[in-house]
Antibody, heavy 120, light 107 residues
Framework: EVQLVESGGDLIQPGGSLRLSCAAS????????MNWVRQAPGKGLEWISY????????YYADSVKGRFTISRDNAENSLYLQMNSLRAEDTAVYYC?????????????WGLGTLVTVSS | EIVMTQSPATLSVSPGERATLSCRAS??????LAWYQKKPGQAPRLLIY???TRATGIPARVSGTGSGTDFTLTISSLHSEDFAVYYC?????????FGGGTKVDIK
């Protein structure tokens, strides 16, 4: 059974940095691309970043480009999101999510999310 | 960026009735359209991909239709567990984009 467990969310001041992690199990992590998707309070879902299975291809939403960095460690079955220059509008629950196979970009498994609150 | 517009924002339906949700894309996405269900405190759940293919474990009362720019999610007879927020998502172009959601609540 696919399991994705996010961690690292916290209350952080504007301008600060935070690193989120997603621990994956139940599938061959190194064979699958991964994503981060977020949901701000009372708002809809927003895709923010994609990384291919070996990390050679990365995409970001414009809202986080230049501030956030996605990475992965296939030996540790882990996905990461380094978040810098955080803003109040980055406050959200952050989910990691898998794609069912390469070159198909809908999300078939999700974690429960981790809450990031950016506030002074 | 492809803008996804869902309507209505809220749909009030009685248990056992049919719910019809709409999703419109600002340009054609072919059949590269997925639907998700989201409940508070839970992970989003994939319902439909390829505009009309049910994901594993999704009951037959849930169906998706459409192609190009106009899509519909239909729940033929609402059960208590179906009251939730539903999102469409296009995966034809980067960036991947979601609609604003339709909340299905109890009438």
């Amino acid at each position: 059974e696919v399991q994705l467990v996010e961690s690292g969310g916290d209350l952080i001041q504007p301008g600060g940095s935070l690193r989120l992690s997603c621990a994956a199990s139940g599938f061959t992590f190194s064979s699958y691309a991964m994503n981060w998707v977020r949901q701000a309070p009372g708002k809809g879902l927003e895709w923010i970043s994609y990384i291919s299975n070996v990390g050679s291809t990365i995409y970001y939403a414009d809202s986080v480009k230049g501030r956030f960095t996605i990475s992965r460690d296939n030996a540790e079955n882990s996905l990461y999101l380094q978040m810098n220059s955080l803003r109040a509008e980055d406050t959200a629950v952050y989910y990691c999510a898998t794609l069912p196979r390469n070159w198909v970009f809908y999300f078939d498994s999700w974690g429960l999310g981790t809450l990031v609150t950016v506030s002074s | 960026e492809i803008v996804m517009t869902q309507s209505p924002a809220t749909l009030s339906v009685s248990p056992g009735e049919r719910a019809t949700l709409s999703c419109r894309a600002s340009q054609s996405v072919g059949s590269n359209l997925a639907w998700y269900q989201k409940k508070p405190g839970q992970a989003p759940r994939l319902l439909i991909y390829g505009a009309s293919t049910r994901a594993t474990g999704i009951p037959a009362r849930v169906s998706g239709t459409g192609s190009g720019t106009d899509f519909t999610l239909t729940i033929s007879s609402l059960h208590s567990e179906d009251f939730a927020v539903y999102y469409c998502q296009q995966y034809d172009n980067w960036p991947l984009t979601f609609g604003g959601g339709t909340k299905v609540d109890i009438k």
